[in-house]
Structures are given as C-alpha cells and as structure tokens.
C-alpha cells in the first residue's frame, strides 16, 4: 500500500503535462480531441491507446496482421467492437462465420474502476529466474524500473471522470450485458458465402451514411470491425484485386465519414506482393504474434513471461495532417492477461543475458535475441 | 547547415533538369515527404502542377504543405495547381471499361497542360501521382492500361516540357512475376529516389536512408558529375533534413 501511495506521489509530479491537455474531451461520446485536428476512439486498450497517441485515428483505417496460429487477434477485436458498444457509438461487424451475430455474445464487458488494486503485485512474476534474484539484486532493479514507470503513464490519463470514460479495461471473462447488445445499432454481415465483396460494401457504405449527424457538420464516430477478411473459407477468396479495391474504397468512405474501420487479416495466405499492397492500404498497421506456452529460454529471457500472450508489433501509426513518421521508443511490446483478465501492453523487459554481454535494451526485436541468448561463449 | 529549398544534399543530388522522377518507398520507410518537396519545389519555382492524389485527401496535402510554407487552396484558387481527387475514382464499372475511365482522365490532364502552354505563364507543370501502385488497383491489377496512361503522360514530357514525379511502392513488386510496372518506371526515369528505411532499426534522429540515381541523360555538363549519392534523411513537419550518416550536427 505504501508503494501505491508513493505511485500517486510520483505521478502528480513527474507526469507529463501534454497527456491531458491533448486530450480534451470533444462533445460526442467517447471520442477525444489530439493535435493536428486529429480525433480519435479508444481501442479498448488504454495501453494502445496510449501507444499510439490517443487511440485510433477517426477516419483511418487500422489493420491487424492475424498470428497464423492463435486467434490472438480477436482480443483486440473485441475489445475495440465492446468499447463501442460501451460508447454506444454504431458498430458493423463482419466475419467469415454463418451467424457473424453470435460473435457479439463473446464481447467483453467493462471492469469498474474501483476494483483494480494490487496492481504491484505482478512485478514479482519472473519466478523462472528466482535463483539467481539474490546475486544480482542491483541490476534487477535497474532493468525492472522501466516497468514500474510505463505503469505510471498508463494510469494517469483515464481516471478524470467516472461517467464518460474515453476508454475501459474490459473483463475478458465476464461477457457484456445481453441489453446493451440488443438495444444498440449493430450490424452484421457474414462474408463466408458471399461471392463477391460488393456487398459488404454496400452494407458498409449504407452504415456510414446512416451515421447520425451533428450540427457542426461531425457525425458520431461508427465502428466497423472486419474479421478475416481474406479468409480462404470466403468464396471471394482468390479475387485479389477485389480485396484490394474494396479496401481502398474503404479507406475513402470511411476518411469521408469520420469513423474508423479495424481489418484483421491472415497475411500468410497473401502472396507477398498482395501481403504488402495491404500494409502500405493501412493507415495504422499492427500485427500480433503468439507465444509458445512452454518456452524455456523465452521464460529466462522475459520478465512476466507467465502472464504474456503474444507479441504486438506496431509496424505503422496513422498519422494525421503530417509526413513526420511516428517513432516510437519501442516497437515491439508484449501483450499480457492482468489477473488472467484485461488485457495490457508492456514495453519487453529483458533479462540481462548470462556473461552481461552489454546492456539488455528493451526494445530490440525479441525473435532474435531470443536465439542469440542460446549461443555460448 | 541545410537551408530549405535550397543548398541541400537531395537539391545537389537531383541536378537540374530531371524529366522524370520516380520516388521508391517502402512499408517501413514511406517517401512521401520527397514528394511533398519536389511538388512545393515546382510551385514555388512559378510553375504550375497537376496533382493525381490516390492516397489521401486535399485536406491532408493543404496542411502538410501548408507547414512547409506552400499554400496549395491559394494555388488551387489560382489554377496554378490542378488537383484531381482521384480517392473515389473508379473504372471498373461494367459498361465502361478502365481504358475509358483512363483516357478521360489523361485528356482532362492534357487540357489542364495546353491551357497552361498558352497562357502566359511561363513556369512548367510538373505532374505528380500519388501514387501509381494505387492506380493499378483502380485498373484492377491491368498493368497494360497503366502502362499505357503512363506513356501518354510520359509524352507529355517531350511534347508539352512538362515533367513527371511519381511515387510507387518498391516493396510490392519485390517478387520476380509482378515487376513490370517498376521497371518501366525505372526505364523512364531520369532519376530515381529511394528510401529505405536503416538495417539497424527504428531510430528517432534518423529516419532513414536515401539512394539517389542520376542517370543525366538531358544534360551534358554533368557527364563528369555524380551519379549515386547515398544520405540519411530525417522528416520534420517544415521539410526534411539530409546529410551523410555520422556528420549530422
């Protein structure tokens, strides 16, 4: 408790001043004010909220590079589609299943902010390398402090009011209440049967002309969520130029309307040529990778290895008004389950590797060092 | 040291009297700032331009121009600057093949250029397409009709003293069946821009690299010149910086 408390000290303080003068909050719900004239919805997130500068972008189009094994990528899906619903901005959701509606039954439900305490605890996690905590106390704090510091920006910007936050942490086991889903605008497309993707491109195009309209000429931000897009069970699949095109006039429907639309795609069955037509298509481009459960040497090198997922690369950050491109101190993060339940972001803490062979940095790619920690010297 | 405009490695590097540019990006390191230059370059010289803009919108172009000094709704107001948002445009539909769709657009640009000829306007117009990996979605991967638009445009060059820059994204035609848009373009170029991101990483100082290739075919003076220059490159919101890796101050 008294380390809570020093948190909050440390936080009034060292804070930067930006985050919430950014941040002032426009008139339509759950949808925030960023520089640039930018504006942006919360990606269910607050850690990749914060990763990528607010949220994502209104009027971009963000895409999610599916890990081929793990449906990782639903995660995220999720909790953009339950933020929205939380926000009770429009949403479309489109998959390739039979009754895309079902889906809406595994949105998560938002935590209330009062529960989320011992939060310290889960520093203590890296049990792999106990044994060797005693000698090398020193250190370990060293490498361990980046962590308790991104803990500090996390949490400063989304307690401001209770009523209208800008973005939740949601209960991945806890499904969100049946009400809030039946009485909303929502709507799905299945794209399993569909031969052509003209379809979904009415449907989409209908959805963000109904979009209600403000009197300053903006309109409510719309959600749409594209599961798979380019899933080989679609009978589309095959029809490359189709995909491509569809995206492009995406991209311009949903930049003209004020909303965002979030494409999860499995980019091993692209050709690679296609693979990239893609990205370059994305105004902010993701991808997730998962990790084994049961890696040994990943365990050594990865603090809180127990409690990750997978991987988040940010490959690209929509970027508004500007040819500056958005680095960011590190690319690669790792996507844990708090308390088996939200979901986080952390910076990759890396164990000082055996011998010290220089300084362990956070934010190189973590494939590599990974197989560079099996050589021996 | 580097003075906007002017003076600058990517100014040296260019010469003076490229027909042809072909900017080449990639996901990791997007040259979309050269084009931004080389367009602010051909208004602020009095010339005019005509802008096919396939990945963003006005909006986006006025602002990003607008910090570098260049004020692109005045242009426009002035017809020095045709803007074709050519984000919606499509030429797919089934009565009307893309060809058409093609032939229309190139006669609007080729109306926008002798309008220029004649007036007494005596800068050049510069053509800029932004960029041309999306007009192939819009032809619905029919490189034949592209290519055809191009070269129409390309004659432009000779017949109207115009001059092209176009962006294309290397990265997608990396594979061995898919290359020939690119090297057509590489063939038209005069000179050819690369960015490619650094092999070590992501790095706030430097945002990448630049490969220049000056194949100075229009003019005799620069036999002796150089042909390849290679630099650093970092963006910032009124330009971009370039200098040699390690002599940045």
């Known amino acids: 408790m008294a380390a809570a408390g020093g948190r909050t000290l440390g936080r009034s303080s060292f804070s930067r001043a930006t985050s919430n003068q950014v ?37 971009s189009v963000v895409m999610i590079m599916e890990d081929a094994d793990a449906p990782h990528h639903l995660l995220l899906l999720r909790c953009f589609m339950a933020q929205g619903v939380v926000h009770k901005q429009p949403l479309l959701f489109s998959g390739p299943m039979k009754e895309p509606r079902l889906f809406l039954g595994t949105l998560p439900a938002p935590v209330s902010s009062s529960k989320e305490d011992g939060r310290h605890s889960r520093g203590m996690g890296a049990g792999a390398s106990s044994d ?25 910007v989304e307690h401001n009011d209770n009523k209208q936050e800008f973005s939740n942490d949601f209960d991945l086991r806890k499904p969100l ?16 049967d569909a031969n052509t993707l003209s379809d979904l491109q009415d449907r989409c195009s209908a959805f963000l002309s109904k979009l209600p309209r403000k009197d300053g000429g903006t ?68 991808s997730i990778k ?17 409690d990750m997922v997978g991987f988040l690369h940010v490959h690209k950050v929509a970027q508004p ?57 | 040291m580097e003075e906007y405009g002017g003076g600058d490695l990517l100014t040296e590097a260019m010469g003076s009297a490229a027909r042809v540019v072909v900017i080449e990006d990639c996901v990791e390191a997007p040259g979309a700032f050269v084009l931004h230059l080389l367009l602010k370059r051909a208004l602020a010289g009095g010339g005019e331009a005509a802008f096919l803009a396939l990945a963003q919108p006005f909006s986006h172009y006025d602002r990003v121009l607008r910090k ?21 445009f499509s030429g797919g539909a089934r009565e009307s093949p893309i060809a058409d769709s093609f032939v229309q657009l190139y006669s609007e640009i080729q109306r926008a250029v002798e309008a220029n000829k004649i007036g007494e306007n005596e800068g050049q117009v510069t053509i800029v397409v932004d960029d041309i990996s999306l007009l192939e979605v819009v032809a619905h991967g029919s490189v034949d009709d592209v290519l055809d638009f191009l070269h129409y445009c390309f004659t432009l060059t000779s017949e109207m003293d115009c001059s092209l820059v176009i962006l294309i994204h290397e990265d997608i035609y990396a594979g061995e069946e898919n290359m020939d848009l690119l090297l057509h373009l590489r063939y038209f170029a005069d000179l050819v821009v690369k960015a490619a991101p650094l092999s070590t990483g992501l790095a706030a100082d430097v945002h990448g690299q630049l490969s220049v290739v000056n194949k100075g075919t229009f003019h005799k003076q620069s036999a002796k010149s150089q042909k390849v220059w290679n630099f650093h490159f970092k963006v910032k919101e009124n330009g971009a910086d370039f200098f040699y890796p390690g002599s940045r101050q």
């Open chain 1, 23 to 59: 941040a002032s909050s426009s008139g339509a719900t759950g949808v925030k004010l960023g520089p640039n004239g930018a504006a942006f919805v919360s990606s269910g997130i607050p850690d990749l909220d914060r990763i990528l500068g607010g949220g994502f972008l209104l009027g």
């Open chain 1, 132 to 156: 060797r905590r005693a000698n090398e106390e020193g250190l370990r704090i060293a490498w361990q402090y980046k962590k308790y510091f991104g803990d500090e920006k996390t949490y400063g």
């Open chain 1, 177 to 192: 209440e049946r009400h809030l889903l039946n009485s909303q605008n929502i709507e799905c497309v299945s794209t399993q």
């Open chain 1, 219 to 286: 309109s409510t931000a719309g959600r749409i969520a594209i599961q798979s897009l380019c899933a080989p069970q679609c009978a589309y699949f095959e029809k490359d130029w189709n995909m491509v095109s569809f995206i492009r006039s995406l991209k311009a429907m949903v930049r003209s309307s004020g909303s965002v639309a979030v494409i999860t795609f499995p980019s091993a069955v692209l050709s690679n040529s296609f693979c990239k037509r893609w990205q370059h298509l994305a105004d902010t481009l993701l």
């Open chain 1, 290 to 306: 998962a990790i084994p459960d049961e890696d040994k040497d990943l365990a050594k090198l990865l603090t809180g290895y127990q």
């Open chain 1, 321 to 377: 008004n500007s040819q500056v491109p958005v680095i960011l101190e590190a690319s690669t993060l790792s996507l844990k389950l708090r308390k088996r339940r939200s979901l986080m972001l952390e910076r990759l803490i890396q164990a000082p590797v055996d011998g010290s062979s220089g300084p362990s940095s956070a934010a190189s790619g973590s494939c590599t060092s990974s197989h560079g920690s099996q050589l021996d010297f």
């Open chain 2, 68 to 88: 570098m000094g260049c004020n692109l709704s005045l242009h426009r107001r002035n017809g020095r600057l045709h803007f074709f948002d050519l984000q919606a």
